[in-house]
């Protein structure tokens, strides 16, 4: 688990219990632990090769002032010679996306995202000593600090604002700073996590900083509730469209209401799921694996398989139907295609031998092959009984 990698060394329900959503927390680690995603060498391979595109893509901030100079080529792209130049004034480098670029990250991302169940994406922060990117503030989404290279000292305070949704940014006002909670200086392996609405700030110490921003940025009830009344779309009552002049008309709050009552007998939980998936995660592929141009792989009885590693995964099951949403997809089929997919999903590591009860060889064979293909499984392991 990703997850348990930024954690240890508590527990999820330790961390989940505790401090999700609820109260900031630092936990050092080993100095490497997170040197294999990225590292201060890379920077200028990065800009020089993968061109991250400012303003969107990447910033240049000091005291939450942008850099006044030009930085960028004429196809608006950066200049690594003026990056450097603005490095060397203290301004801070910033990657949005880094996981859209660089393929350990967009890796580690697919898969805190296959732990969580929520979007996430990644930010690089390349800080000169003694500067500061932002002043104090508060972010609409959680957020993991995993400090690479450097050292960085940070004040993090209580919440000033409650689980904000992502259309309640506000500025922080001096005077309404809540109580501090911790001032540390983290060093490379130690993480650091604010929930979404406590305010931060941190300024690197005599050495350059490199830490990644693991922004989570979370799917609410309000999502899910909404996901629900979007699947009821199917009653043809609510198709109707308001009628002329309905800020002033008096039928308007009549119709809502009755529309209202009926409304609980719609919802329902299964649908918002399925509406939640298909429009998010189903969407959202995960990075490609190592067998694009390969040929499909010989499968044995004793061949062990795995669902990839970053793939959510959810059964969709119906009168006569079977199938899976999974990260990139959907596969669907007869229903007696159901108890492989749930053992399958349930179990997410599986012989091939144990699907032999479930469906007759010729169907676990074709089942195991196109889910192959889609991108859900991977082989493990391979044996020499064939199918």
Known sequence: MSLQRMISPLSLSQFTDTYWEKKSLILEGEADRFA?????????????YLKPSPPEGMLLVKGSQHYAKRWTNADGTPHPKHVREALQEGYSLIVNGLDKLWEPVDRFTHAVQADLHHPVDV????????????????????????QVE???????F???????YPDEHAEIAPENMPPLAHEKTLKPGDM?????????????????SLHLSVGIHPKTWVDLFAAAVHAARADNRFRSALPPGYFSADTTKDTFNELAAALPGLLDADAALG???QAW????????????????????????????????????????????????????GPAKIGPALKAIVDN?????????ELLTPKEVKVLVNRLLRDGLLEVVSGGSSHV
């Open 36 to 48: 294999d995603m990225f590292c201060i060498n890379d920077v200028g391979r990065l800009l020089q």
């Open 123 to 146: 930010n690089l922060y390349v800080t000169p000593p003694h500067s500061q990117a932002f002043s104090y503030h508060w972010d609409i989404m959680d957020v993991f600090i995993l």
């Open 150 to 156: 450097g050292t960085k000292d940070w004040q993090v």
């Open 158 to 164: 209580e919440a000033a604002a409650d689980r904000p």
């Open 192 to 208: 650091l996590y604010i929930p979404r609405g406590h305010v931060h700030a941190a300024r690197a110490t005599d050495t350059t």
């Open 275 to 277: 509406h939640l998936a």
């Open 281 to 332: 995660f189903v969407n959202n592929p995960p990075p490609p694996d190592d067998t694009f141009l390969s040929p499909p792989p010989e499968l044995a009885s004793d061949t062990v398989l795995k669902v990839r590693e970053g793939v959510i995964c959810r059964m969709v099951e119906g009168g006569g139907y079977a199938g899976v949403q999974y990260s990139g997809g959907r596969i669907m």
């Open 348 to 356: 997410r590591t599986f012989a091939l031998s144990a699907l032999d």
